[in-house]
DNA sequence: CAGGTATTAAATTAAATGCTAAAATAATTT
DNA sequence: AAATTATTTTAGCATTTAATTTAATACCTG
């Protein structure tokens, strides 16, 4: 593995690796919310999770639609929705999917 | 998943993404390896690598075992090495196993 | 257009992280 | 015991990160 991966590799698990990030991704696992329906299931105010919102689209981790003045987002890269299905299977043997 | 889970996934992979621990994981993937044989492949001091291999061992991602005055250290965690597999997978696909 | 909702942006503060150099341990050899 | 090798620890500094507050933007509805 080269240098070059590892870094990209690692600036990819820097971002996923915030509490209130990786709630976020296991949250658009299956489906696109809106920042108002993450933060109903997140314990944080609309600018925090905005901002972390950022950091995943500078690192292109996910995407976003507007619609009205909703935006929905949603996990665009498959091999990070690869990456949390298998987390969740080392780590949470009891997990239902 | 319950947040308690997400907190200990997060903090995980949160030792796991710098750069230079990142690439400690992947030498020590199939060997162990003193400090200075790291060392010798990461570009950066001892006292550096020291410090990145006391964040891994809090975590419970490496171990070591003494001998004579060296320090071999290697991954004791299963689920860690299945991640470091389906990662290069995943993100190196030339990579040669 | 006025008022309301959803989201973003900017600025501030506090806390955590990473690196370096130097000193301290520990085991080994001479 | 002194010198050497391998590793760890500590302290200081600079950088980065996270959360909060406040202000701004965008879109919808009446």
Redo the contacts between chains.
């Keep these: ?3 070059e ?10 971002s ?4 209130i990030r ?2 976020i991704l ?1 949250l658009l696992q299956n489906r696109e919310l809106s920042v108002g329906d993450i933060r109903n299931q997140v314990e944080t105010t609309n600018a925090n999770i905005s901002q972390h919102l950022n950091i995943l689209r500078a690192q292109g981790i996910i995407e976003f639609r507007k619609e009205a003045n909703f935006i929905y987002n949603r996990i665009t890269d498959r ?1 990070i929705l ?2 949390i299905t ?3 299977k ?3 043997p009891d ?1 239902k999917e």
């Design positions: 593995m080269k240098d991966q590892i870094d990209a590799l690692a600036k990819i698990l820097k996923m690796s915030h509490p990786l709630k296991c091999r690869d990456m298998k987390m969740q080392l780590f949470c997990h």
